[in-house]
C-alpha cells in the first residue's frame, strides 16, 4: 500500500503574503518529503454557488502551482472561522506543519492583537509565519533558539533538533540573564536541558546572552545581526485577551520588520515526541 505523505498546510487568502508561504513551504517539502495543501475559510453562510466558485479558483491555482513548480499542491475549502477552522483542519489531517503568511500587525491589529497568533494557538502543530518570499532554497543556516524560565522551553526542543538535522542548521541560544536567582536558576536548567540534546544529536550550536527585559527586542536584534533564518519560540501557555490587548512577547516577534521567518510551537503540540530524537 502507497504510503500517504505527510501534509505541510498553507493558509490561503488570495494575497501576495499567501504566495509567499506557499514558496516557503515548497522548499521545506522538498527538503522533508512532506506534500502541500492549500487552505482557504469560507464564512458558515456561504452560498453554495459561491462556495463552488472558491473551490474551482482554489483547485486550479492548486494545480498551476503543482505544474509550474513540478511539486505535489493540492486544495481544500473549509467553513466556519479563520481562528479556530485552520487549527481543526490541521489537526484532524495530522498535518506536520503550518506555514502562513502575515502583513505583520496593522490598523486594528494592534488594538487587538496579531491575528495570526490568534490563530495560531489553537493548534497542535508548529507554524511559521513568514512575511516575505525565501531568499533561495538552500537550507536554514541559522536559527535563533530564545530559552528563558518557562518550563514550556523543553517543548520546542523536539522542533531545535527537527530542523537541526533536516536543514544542517546551526542553533543560536539566546540566554536571558536575570538577577533574579530563582529565574537565573530555571533559565540555566532550561540551557542545559537544550545544549545536552543538541550535543547528543551532533547540532551545531552556540550560546549566546541577552539581557533580561525587552526579551521580544533583544531577540530581534540578534537575529538581525546574524541574518538568521528563522526564530524558534514558544507561545504562551494560556494565551489571555491581556496579551493580545498588552502584547505578548511572541506577537512582537512573529510581526517584526526585518519579516525574519518565525516557527512558532504551542505548549503540548503533538507535532513530534522529544524522545524520538532524544538519543541521536
Known amino acids: 500500500m502507497e504510503e500517504i505523505k505527510k501534509l505541510i498546510v498553507v493558509p490561503w487568502d488570495f494575497t501576495q503574503v499567501a504566495e509567499n508561504a506557499l514558496a516557503h513551504a515548497v522548499k521545506i517539502g522538498r527538503l522533508i518529503g512532506n506534500d502541500v495543501c492549500l487552505?482557504?475559510?469560507?464564512?458558515?453562510?456561504?452560498?453554495?454557488?459561491?462556495?463552488?466558485?472558491?473551490?474551482?479558483?482554489?483547485?486550479?491555482?492548486?494545480?498551476?502551482?503543482?505544474?509550474?513548480?513540478?511539486?505535489?499542491?493540492?486544495?481544500?475549502?473549509?467553513?466556519?472561522?479563520?481562528?479556530?477552522?485552520?487549527?481543526?483542519?490541521?489537526?484532524?489531517?495530522?498535518?506536520?506543519?503550518?506555514?502562513?503568511?502575515?502583513?505583520?500587525?496593522?490598523?486594528?491589529?494592534?488594538?487587538?492583537?496579531?491575528?495570526?497568533?490568534?490563530?495560531?494557538?489553537?493548534?497542535?502543530?508548529?507554524?511559521?509565519?513568514?512575511?516575505?518570499?525565501?531568499?533561495?532554497?538552500?537550507r536554514f543556516h541559522n536559527i535563533v533558539f530564545p530559552v528563558d524560565f518557562r518550563v514550556e522551553n523543553k517543548e520546542k526542543m523536539a522542533m531545535a533538533i527537527f530542523m537541526g538535522k533536516y536543514f544542517d542548521s546551526k542553533i543560536h541560544?539566546?540566554?536571558?540573564?536575570?538577577?533574579?536567582?530563582?529565574?537565573?536558576?530555571?533559565?540555566?536548567?532550561?540551557?542545559?536541558?537544550?545544549?545536552?540534546?543538541?550535543?547528543?544529536?551532533?547540532?551545531?550550536?552556540?550560546?549566546?546572552?541577552?539581557?533580561?527585559?525587552?526579551?521580544?527586542?533583544?531577540?530581534?536584534?540578534?537575529?538581525q545581526k546574524i541574518k538568521a533564518d528563522l526564530i524558534l519560540i514558544m507561545t504562551t501557555k494560556n494565551i489571555t485577551m491581556a496579551d493580545y490587548m498588552l502584547g505578548a512577547a511572541e506577537q512582537a516577534i512573529i510581526a517584526n520588520s526585518s519579516h525574519i521567518p518565525v516557527c512558532c510551537v504551542n505548549p503540548k503540540a503533538s507535532f513530534l515526541k522529544v524522545g524520538q530524537f532524544m538519543y541521536g
Open 39 to 138: 487552505l482557504h475559510i469560507v464564512d458558515e453562510e456561504i452560498k453554495p454557488r459561491e462556495e463552488g466558485e472558491k473551490k474551482a479558483l482554489l483547485n486550479h491555482i492548486a494545480d498551476d502551482n503543482a505544474k509550474k513548480l513540478n511539486f505535489p499542491v493540492t486544495a481544500a475549502v473549509v467553513k466556519g472561522s479563520i481562528f479556530t477552522s485552520i487549527a481543526d483542519f490541521v489537526n484532524s489531517k495530522d498535518a506536520s506543519l503550518v506555514i502562513m503568511g502575515t502583513h505583520g500587525m496593522k490598523g486594528m491589529q494592534k488594538l487587538t492583537g496579531s491575528w495570526a497568533l490568534k490563530v495560531i494557538v489553537k493548534s497542535h502543530v508548529p507554524f511559521i509565519v513568514v512575511q516575505d518570499p525565501p531568499p533561495d532554497q538552500e
Open 173 to 223: 541560544i539566546l540566554k536571558s540573564v536575570s538577577v533574579d536567582k530563582s529565574l537565573a536558576r530555571k533559565t540555566n536548567i532550561n540551557m542545559n536541558f537544550a545544549v545536552k540534546y543538541l550535543i547528543q544529536n551532533n547540532i551545531d550550536y552556540e550560546i549566546h546572552e541577552i539581557p533580561h527585559g525587552k526579551f521580544a527586542q533583544h531577540t530581534i536584534e540578534f537575529a
